[in-house]
């Protein structure tokens, strides 16, 4: 592990945690954890306590792989878009053919190395506009929760690390082994869908609207099968119009606003109800539960009672 002034422990102890954790048959560790950093000594993390760490960058180069967690105190703000000299010199140290990975904002670090051009990558979903900025050679996809590209490897908010750390148990030693750390650390062996089922979407209003009655007339009647002929009689506009000033004010046409809205109140009810889901799926106007899967699926990449267990619980999840 490459950690710098800013690490959050928990980062640092989920590393060490799953990878110390795993066995073979034998009861035989399979990895040997080591903390480096760029001058040795104390470390600042983001919380009330430092760390001690005694390798410098030397460690990296007898690693297999490295990783990388993230810093508040430096990732969005002093990366700039290229390594400074010392990580420069840290990342020469690596080996050709070293697997790298980063947790959550980390993934700076390793698009700055020139690791992630031309690559699929992802990071925390508040860091994305950030990093596209910086870095617009990135294939960032916000949504999952980490990505494996063979030789490196990202993952989103930080407890994606652990399953990122997971994946790569699996990938080295195969599930048994994953499974068995993720059992002893009493975490899920795989998590279903991705970052995207925690990003609130909220949809901007227009600071000049004529079609504001519409949209307001349209949230309180979600569960009818609502038309635009329907929503362009509230504004005394013709399809044509309405559909137009629209799409000016939000963005987008009425009827993927409509579907939008209709996926935020899916998750609302979701989250805070025990209605079903073939009761949300005609509360919200998806009509169906076929139809709330599909589009929850193609929203979010997760089924309705996989959402709800992630937010209310397994036990809820069963019941409905």
Partial sequence: MLVRHGVMPME?????QLFGQARSPAGDPLYEVVTCTLVPGEVR????FPIYVAHGPQALADADTVV???????????????LNPAMADAFARIRPGTRIASICTGAFVLAAAGLL??????????SGEVFRKLYPAVHLDPDVLYTDDGDVLTSAGEASGIDLCLHMIRCDHGAA????????????????????????????EPQFSSTAQARAWALENLDRPLTLRELAARESMSVRTFTRRFRDEVGISPLQWLTQQ?????????????????????DTGFGTA????????????VSPSAYRNTFR???TAAAS
């Fill in 117 to 126: 051009d031309g690559r699929r990558a992802t990071t925390h979903w508040k």
């Fill in 68 to 82: 990388v967690p993230a810093s508040h105190e430096y990732d969005e703000s002093d990366t700039l878009g290229r």
């Fill in 290 to 301: 076929a139809s709330l899967r599909q589009h929850l699926q193609a929203a979010l990449s």
């Fill in 12 to 16: 640092l102890g989920l590393v060490h």
């Fill in 313 to 315: 619980g397994s036990e």
């Fill in 262 to 282: 209709r996926i935020e109140r899916a998750r609302q009810l979701l989250e805070e109800t025990d209605l079903s889901v073939d009761r949300i799926a005609v």
């Fill in 45 to 48: 993390t983001d919380a009330d």
């Fill in 177 to 204: 082994v994953a499974n068995e750390v993720a059992r002893a650390t009493v975490v899920p062996p795989h998590r279903d869908g991705g970052q995207a089922q925690y990003i609130r979407r909220p949809m901007p």
